[in-house]
């Protein structure tokens, strides 16, 4: 049986109102399914089900209609770990999830206004309060970029406003959000690599600990796809110990000591 996530809308008010309680599920909502992205790579939107409603300060446990435990854990543990606070992300916590969290400053503001949001799964609570706004602002400010190329699978291209697409970086398995110019060639050439492995290289954003969290000003974009067959190179070859045993923690490393300027 899945776990459920509950939240509460705690107002500042007596009671909540139509509009607070409207903006409060959508942006919940939001923040849900990118955390849900980020764990199981599904572009598609899955569905999660309301499995429990109280009034007063209104209650409501969600559930997916997929036992997928690990999004709602993630979650959870993310908030938690942002309250704590810190430069790095969470787990799972890319850089939408915290531009989600970001937005979720709206709902703190003006008459109609909550108090707090309370995530809760088995008991462990977490909270989005006023400054958790700045807490993630910390995280997103101590980054660094670099130029440089990423490889990873496409996915999840977004074409309003300032078009973006997802790849998925085949050394730390996380999504990075890709901003592309907006015209006709461009979109065509992304929709014609839209799930091949591809190479993309511009200004390369980082987060403190070496995970990269976005590409920006894209120089240029080629399908690295492997031909069928092709033995598969791996670490192995490397005579380092460290790279052997985790060689997405070396390359993360790599890549801060990188940043911080360390040669």
């Given at each position: 049986?899945?776990?459920?996530?509950?939240?509460?809308?705690?107002?500042?008010?007596?009671?909540?109102?139509?509009?607070?309680?409207?903006?409060?599920?959508?942006?919940?909502?939001?923040?849900?399914?990118?955390?849900?992205?980020?764990v199981t790579k599904e572009s598609g939107a899955r569905r999660w089900i309301i499995s429990h409603l109280h009034s007063s300060s209104p209650t409501i446990s969600l559930r997916p209609v997929l036992?997928?435990?690990?999004?709602?854990?993630?979650?959870?543990?993310?908030?938690?770990?942002?309250?704590?606070?810190?430069?790095?992300?969470?787990?799972?916590?890319?850089?939408?999830?915290?531009?989600?969290?970001?937005?979720?400053?709206?709902?703190?503001?003006?008459?109609?206004?909550?108090?707090?949001?309370?995530?809760?799964?088995?008991?462990?609570?977490?909270i989005i309060q006023p400054d958790t706004a700045g807490k993630v602002d910390r995280i997103l400010r101590s980054g660094y970029t670099n130029i440089g190329s990423l490889e990873g699978s496409l996915?999840?291209?977004?074409?309003?406003?300032?078009?973006?697409?997802?790849?998925?970086?085949?050394?730390?398995?996380?999504?990075?959000?890709?901003?592309?110019?907006?015209?006709?060639?461009?979109?065509?050439?992304?929709?014609?690599?839209?799930?091949?492995?591809?190479?993309?290289?511009?200004?390369?954003?980082?987060?403190?600990?070496?995970?990269?969290?976005?590409?920006?000003?894209?120089?240029?974009?080629?399908?690295?796809?492997?031909?069928?067959?092709?033995?598969?190179?791996?670490?192995?070859?490397?005579?380092?110990?460290?790279?052997?045993?985790?060689?997405?923690?070396?390359?993360?490393?790599?890549?801060?000591?990188?940043?911080?300027?360390?040669?």
């Amino acid at each position: 049986m899945s776990y459920e996530l509950t939240f509460i809308i705690h107002p500042e008010a007596e009671s909540v109102s139509l509009n607070l309680f409207e903006k409060s599920l959508h942006d919940i909502h939001r923040l849900v399914k990118d955390v849900d992205y980020s764990v199981t790579k599904e572009s598609g939107a899955r569905r999660w089900i309301i499995s429990h409603l109280h009034s007063s300060s209104p209650t409501i446990s969600l559930r997916p209609v997929l036992d997928n435990d690990e999004t709602i854990s993630a979650l959870v543990d993310g908030l938690d770990t942002i309250k704590i606070g810190g430069i790095e992300p969470p787990p799972h916590f890319s850089e939408d999830v915290l531009d989600d969290l970001l937005q979720m400053r709206r709902l703190f503001k003006g008459k109609d206004k909550v108090r707090l949001l309370e995530f809760s799964l088995n008991g462990h609570k977490a909270i989005i309060q006023p400054d958790t706004a700045g807490k993630v602002d910390r995280i997103l400010r101590s980054g660094y970029t670099n130029i440089g190329s990423l490889e990873g699978s496409l996915d999840a291209v977004n074409l309003h406003n300032n078009p973006t697409f997802t790849i998925w970086d085949r050394v730390t398995r996380a999504p990075v959000r890709c901003h592309f110019p907006k015209n006709d060639i461009w979109k065509r050439k992304i929709k014609t690599l839209l799930e091949k492995r591809v190479s993309v290289s511009g200004e390369i954003n980082y987060f403190g600990n070496g995970m990269p969290r976005s590409v920006t000003n894209i120089m240029q974009i080629e399908d690295v796809t492997p031909e069928p067959g092709l033995k598969r190179a791996t670490f192995g070859s490397i005579t380092c110990d460290e790279a052997s045993v985790d060689p997405a923690a070396f390359v993360r490393k790599i890549r801060r000591e990188i940043g911080n300027g360390i040669t």
